[in-house]
């Protein structure tokens, strides 16, 4: 027996007999996503540039998701005799320009990869789910879509543009099985926060500025992040769609 089949659980988080998909699922609340999916039981399908620290039991494959045909592609991989029913759009990019010192080429890169591959997701996988008149959908969206961050112009447009889609598609389905929600992360202690400190003069300056403007006073943490996720793809959540969960250690609150 597996650690994540020892550790499965019953009763509405049950995601047994479910195949579930996970977008940025090599590290960070991605790779969260998977393990908790696993512990509960799913099928789980990896989409990552490189998802080799996903658990063995998952089917990997390597995409580039700012690449149309790549994604494409990727989906059309998967064996459509074990259709997809639980789509987690999380893979992400970040950016730390203002309007003025941001290119056109990283307002693109950044839409790409949020907000196109979100979309692409979506609407390669919505007809399996329609045709079955079921389907759960979760997108990794921010509070950076809700509020306005300094140096977070491509950022922030693209997680509210993740949010907006997510209330349309909630809308665009509701008679047809299918539920759409986001969740709205602060700032999480994630691989994409390591590089920023890591870039930055001072790190521990840096560090503390990012703890400092949330309330509870530190950072957010993947598997927090996944927990919510995990709950609006759960049959606990089965009155829950249109809706942004937001888990961001009070920073929309102050």
């Given amino acids: 027996m597996t650690t994540a089949e ?5 009763g509405a988080d049950n995601f047994e007999g479910r195949r579930a998909l996970v977008t940025g699922a090599g590290s960070g609340i991605g790779l969260s996503i998977v393990t908790k999916l696993l512990e509960r039981g799913a099928d789980v399908v990896a989409f990552d540039l490189d998802p080799s620290a996903v658990p063995a039991e998952v089917t990997k494959v390597a995409v580039d998701l700012s690449d149309v045909t790549a994604v494409r592609e990727a989906v059309a991989s998967l064996n459509p005799d074990e259709p997809i029913d ?7 990019i970040g950016s730390t320009k203002n309007l003025v010192d941001c290119s056109v080429e990283e307002w693109d890169r950044v839409f790409d990869v949020n907000v196109r591959a979100t979309f692409l997701m979506c609407q390669l996988l919505l007809p399996s789910m329609l045709e ?3 389907g759960v959908i979760v997108n990794t969206a921010s509070v950076a879509g809700m509020i306005g961050l300094t140096d977070r112009a491509a950022y922030c447009a693209s997680k509210g ?18 539920r759409c929600n986001s969740v709205c992360p602060g700032t999480v202690d994630s691989p994409w ?8 003069e001072d ?5 503390a500025q990012l703890v400092g403007r949330q309330p509870l006073g530190r950072l957010g943490k993947p598997e927090e992040i996944a927990s919510a996720a995990i709950y609006l793809a759960s049959d606990a ?3 829950i769609t249109g809706t942004d969960l937001v888990i961001d250690g009070g920073i929309t609150a102050a």
């Fill in 6 to 10: 020892g550790a499965r659980s019953s």
């Fill in 86 to 92: 639980t789509l987690f759009n999380n893979a992400g």
């Fill in 132 to 134: 079955r008149q079921h």
């Fill in 161 to 178: 543009a993740v949010i907006a889609l997510t209330k349309q598609i909630a809308v665009q389905w509701a008679g047809h099985g299918i």
């Fill in 193 to 200: 926060v390591g590089r920023l400190m890591a870039e930055a």
């Fill in 203 to 207: 790190p521990e300056a840096r560090r």
């Fill in 237 to 239: 959540a089965a009155f």
